[in-house]
């Protein structure tokens, strides 16, 4: 009678255990799509808001290219035109940032640096460890204690 009620106990348990780990996978799964939507959701945001600057970045230069111009041809001085070509790669940038291919490239050369220049990446002291958060935390407390 033990016997059957032990196999019993054993058969549930296995099963609660697998049903544990999918319940956990699909958390997890869960986890990584979201953090991806909103990954997804900030990059448009802020290509969104490089079109826009963009657009008031557009027309200051345009305004300032067109006066700057008219300054140098009236005062007969071509050292008004020297503004022009810092503002005019500033606004290539944004251009390329809002429309153009910036972002991929941006992406090609972190996907070069991860394969190929990987220790750069690393964190002083390596990677935070169980251990070394429960020394902190020792140490925090008995100087909490302490006083």
Do not use: C, H
């Amino acid at each position: 009678m033990g016997f059957i009620f032990s196999k019993y106990m054993n058969e549930n348990m296995k099963n609660q255990q697998e049903f544990m780990l999918m319940n956990t996978r699909l958390q997890l799964e869960r986890q990584l799509i979201m953090q991806n939507e909103i990954r997804e959701r900030q990059m448009a945001m802020q290509v969104a808001w490089s079109r826009e600057f963009f657009k008031y970045f557009g027309t200051f230069f345009g305004i300032a290219a067109i006066s700057l111009t008219a300054g140098a041809i009236k005062r007969k001085k071509p050292a008004f035109l020297l503004p022009i070509v810092p503002l005019s790669f500033i606004l290539t940038y944004q251009y390329d940032l809002g429309y153009g291919t910036l972002l991929q490239r941006m992406k090609g050369e972190a996907e070069n640096i991860l394969e190929t220049e990987n220790s750069k990446l690393e964190l002083p002291r390596g990677l935070i460890t169980f251990e070394s958060l429960e020394k902190a935390r020792r140490e925090q407390s008995k100087f909490f204690i302490d006083k």
